[in-house]
């Protein structure tokens, strides 16, 4: 399978930071990647597809980037709303899925 | 709208088997994929397979190949998961959740409420 590693584990921010979190696939996966968001006791919402195809209803402040096996999801300017644990998730044809590990965004 | 409900809870011996049961409506079933992905306490999340309820083709992490079987029945428009010889780290929220788009091969924006099963002696 697929191995994906996310950086850094845990991050701490304040409202209104420029916040950038780093994912890496272990083999070239082109742009076939999705980011979700998670937060405590709910179920994961996908933020992100295609490595930067913004999902519908999602705020613009999200963006993502990269291809090949660097990959970035960049909140541009930190709301209340955002903290929370953010997962990259692989999707290439023909592999299994695979997610990261996850990065907790906290307050600071 | 689209929904995907859940079987309940479940509380299960090691060694023993679960079959969970993920009932959609609000969308034509045999169109989507059905992704089956599980998150243990404070945990991250681990995906452990799909299958194309169109044509019962499945496709199992390494993780649980041979452990797992995914399927579905079409007639009531509900896919299942059964994990068998379970562990104590098999305690876990068990999610199925389906594929945006048709194509297959696409992640997942729709999820079920989540089914939490509980491995214990």
């Known amino acids: 399978d697929i191995q994906m590693t996310q950086s850094p584990s845990t991050l701490s921010a304040s409202v209104g930071d420029r916040v950038t979190i780093t994912c890496r696939a272990s083999?070239?996966?082109?742009?076939?990647l999705a980011w979700y968001q998670q937060k405590p006791g709910k179920v994961p919402k996908l933020l992100i597809y295609?490595?930067?195809s913004l999902e519908s209803g999602v705020p613009s402040r999200f963006s993502g980037s990269g291809s090949g096996t660097e990959f970035t999801l960049t909140i541009s300017s930190l709301q209340p709303d955002d903290f929370a644990t953010y997962y990259c998730q692989q999707y290439k044809s023909y592999s299994p899925f695979t997610f990261g590990p996850g990065t907790k965004v906290d307050i600071k | 709208q689209v929904q995907l409900v859940q079987s309940g809870a479940e509380v299960k011996k090691p060694g023993a088997s679960v079959k969970v049961s993920c009932k959609a409506s609000?969308?034509?079933?045999?169109?989507?994929?059905i992704h089956w992905i599980r998150q243990a306490p404070g945990q991250g999340l681990e995906w452990m397979g799909w299958?194309?309820?169109?044509?019962?083709?499945?496709k199992y992490s390494q993780k649980f190949q041979g452990r797992v079987t995914m399927t579905r029945d079409t007639s009531i428009s509900t896919a299942y998961m059964e994990l068998r010889s379970l562990r104590s780290d098999d305690t876990a929220i068990y999610y199925c959740?389906?594929?945006?788009?048709?194509?297959?091969?696409?992640?997942?924006?729709?999820w079920g409420q989540g089914t939490l099963v509980t491995v214990s002696s």
């Open positions: 295609g490595a930067s």
């Open positions: 299958i194309n309820p169109k044509n019962f083709d499945t």
């Open positions: 959740a389906r594929e945006k788009t048709e194509s297959g091969y696409a992640p997942v924006n729709y």
């Open positions: 609000g969308y034509t079933f045999t169109d989507y994929y």
């Open positions: 083999q070239t996966i082109s742009s076939w």
